[in-house]
């Protein structure tokens, strides 16, 4: 029964709009926007560097030796980087697949954006740990 | 448009139980609730069309790029096991993964950086910029930046 709670008069009041602009939603669009460039303009070249032409010995890669990855974690700067880029990775993930889900029919609006945006904000909470007590 | 059930996709059914029982005694709120039961698009609705497919591929890319990172964030903990027990990954299925990735990124970054050209309005005089020049601007900075990541990643591990 609670299945289809959404679809009864008491839940078309529940979700009605309200007059305003809802800013939490547009929040979370700019972020996404901006994830979306970022990952767009700079995820390419570290797939490409890191997990095809350096693992194949073609070139070499700061992840390849310990030195290196230690040296380069060890700058702030990269760590801030890092930080940002895998941030952008994992909320543009989550962001995209709670409209997915949403529109492959699963209305769960709420417990599919927990899941997703919870997803998310562990995993940056996973690498702010390892680059904020690396090496 | 005299009917209101034809002019939209949205089939309703309204069920309006009376407010009171037949022996005049209230009715429980859960059971006066009318139920509507609009249209639900069928589950493989994205496999109608080439376009819905694509539409649906383009929204997953993020999923491969995530991973993708995730797949580093294990190679950066492998970092506190010391210079004695850091390995980075090498095999064939890294290498395989990684390609899948890549498509995906590509394809995001193609996808997205396009629609530069749509969204972005920049005013030039009494015009507009033309959108050809706003994603010739996204695609040339693409380049130019994946060169820079790409050469200061080698670099850095040269």
Not at chain 1, 20 to 30: A, E, H, I, K, Y
Not at chain 1, 75 to 99: C, E
Request: positive net charge.
């Amino acid at each position: 029964m609670t299945a289809h709670a959404d679809d009864t008069a008491a839940g078309e009041a529940r979700y009605a709009p309200r007059p305003g602009p809802n800013r939490l939603q547009g929040l979370l669009w700019v972020a996404f926007a901006n994830a979306a460039v970022l990952i767009a303009l700079i995820a390419p070249a570290h797939i490409l560097v890191q997990g095809v032409l350096a693992p194949l010995g073609l070139v070499p890669s700061f992840d390849r030796r310990y030195a290196t990855f230690a040296a380069g974690i060890g700058n702030p700067l990269v760590k801030i980087y890092l930080l940002v880029v895998i941030a952008a990775s994992f909320y543009l993930a989550g962001h995209r697949v709670r409209y997915v889900v949403h529109e492959l029919g699963v209305h769960g609006k709420l417990a599919v954006g927990t899941v997703c945006y919870g997803l998310a904000v562990l995993g940056v909470a996973v690498a702010a740990y390892l680059l904020l007590t690396l090496p | 448009m005299s009917n209101p059930m034809r002019s939209g996709e949205v089939t309703e059914v309204r069920l309006d139980p009376p407010a009171g029982g037949r022996d005049g005694t209230a009715v429980p709120a859960s059971a006066r609730r009318s139920r509507v039961h609009p249209y639900r698009q069928p589950f493989t609705w994205w496999l109608r069309s080439r376009g819905y497919l694509l539409y649906v591929v383009r929204e997953l890319t993020a999923v491969p790029i995530a991973l993708w990172f995730v797949l580093f964030l294990v190679e950066l903990a492998r970092l506190g096991q010391g210079s004695g027990g850091y390995h980075p990954f090498t095999s064939p299925v890294f290498v395989a993964a990684s390609v899948v990735c890549l498509a995906a990124a590509l394809w995001h970054s193609f996808t997205f950086l396009n629609l530069a050209g749509l969204i972005m309005r920049i005013p030039r005089g009494d015009r507009d910029l033309n959108p050809r020049v706003i994603v010739g601007a996204a695609f040339g900075g693409f380049l130019a930046i994946s060169v820079v990541v790409a050469g200061l990643l080698i670099w850095a591990g040269a």
